[in-house]
């Protein structure tokens, strides 16, 4: 995979040399080129904005510089990504998709934002994708930190990067669409605290189920909204059961038998 990033600053996107990330770039799997804006300027000043026609507080980043970079910089198969807080969320869905992809570009926007244009002109050429994203309900003060999200999220799950990608299936967020269970590892005591006993008993069976019934407790618990996004057929009887206990029956479960408010025969009951 190819990746693009340009911005402002640069020397911001230095940690993408480090870790899982750097690997991948030293091993040949994720071709990444971060580029500086304004060699795409043309004036003394390598001047990126101006201000807002209409007014208002801030400054706005120029059309044409950042179109003399693009027009550089995306072919004929690319993604043209641009982090903003008006964006769609970044998920793990959207973090999958990417690492099918073939190129990646990453515009960093500064100040108020980059020139409506530069998004709306190249969703109509040809074989460019063009998607506004957003971390999160936050304002940052520029992309570089969710380029950094985006590349990190997305290179770790191209072929190759993470050793054992079993790991990628169970984590928060992987295939089951759960929050992962809580992990353990020596000394079996610290602090006066205890792991938990099915983690040292060795029985595979127990553990698999006693790691699975966290998850769904602490999903019940932090992030019942993810619940909701499940497919109640990958649930059985003991998850069901299990999050019933943790308050938090899921939907399309049996309907428990209770007392019929309207009397025999009255009323219907929706799943
Ligand atoms: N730029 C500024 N805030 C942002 C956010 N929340 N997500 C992505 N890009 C941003």
């Not at 911005?7 to 996107?13: A, C, G, H, Q, T």
């Not at 120029?62 to 072919?75: F, I, N, Q, T």
Request: proline content about 7%; hydrophobic content about 40%; overall charge negative.
């Amino acid at each position: 995979m190819r990746v693009d990033v340009v911005s402002i600053f640069p020397d911001y996107l230095a940690p993408l040399d480090l870790s899982l990330v750097g690997k991948a770039r030293t091993a040949g799997l994720l071709d990444l080129r971060v580029h500086d804006l304004r060699d795409w300027t043309t004036d003394r000043h390598r001047t990126v904005d101006d201000t807002p026609f209409g007014g208002g507080a801030g400054m706005v980043m120029r059309p044409d510089v950042w179109g003399r970079a693009l027009d550089d910089l995306l072919d004929d198969d690319s993604h043209l990504l641009l982090p903003t807080p008006s964006g769609d969320r970044f998920t793990q869905r959207t973090a999958e998709r990417l690492a099918t992809e073939t190129h990646l570009v990453v515009a960093c926007g500064r100040y108020e934002g980059i020139d409506a244009r530069v998004a709306a002109h190249y969703a109509t050429r040809p074989g460019v994708t063009v998607s506004e994203f957003s971390l999160g309900d936050y304002v940052l003060n520029g992309g570089e930190v969710a380029a950094l999200v985006l590349v990190e999220a997305v290179a770790r799950l191209l072929p190759g990067v993470v050793g054992n990608p079993e790991s990628l299936v169970e984590e928060s967020h992987g295939a089951a669409g759960l929050l992962e269970y809580p992990v353990y590892t020596k000394p079996p005591t610290w602090a006066d605290l205890a792991v938990p006993d099915v983690l040292l008993s060795g029985h595979h069976g127990r553990i698999a189920r006693w790691r699975r019934d966290q998850a769904l407790v602490r999903t019940a618990q932090r992030r019942p909204d993810l619940l909701d996004a499940l497919d109640p057929s990958a649930l059985d009887a003991h998850d069901r059961a299990t999050l019933a206990d943790a308050g938090r029956p899921p939907h399309g479960a049996e309907p428990q038998a209770t007392e019929d408010p309207s009397g025999p025969g009255g009323g219907s009951r929706e799943a």
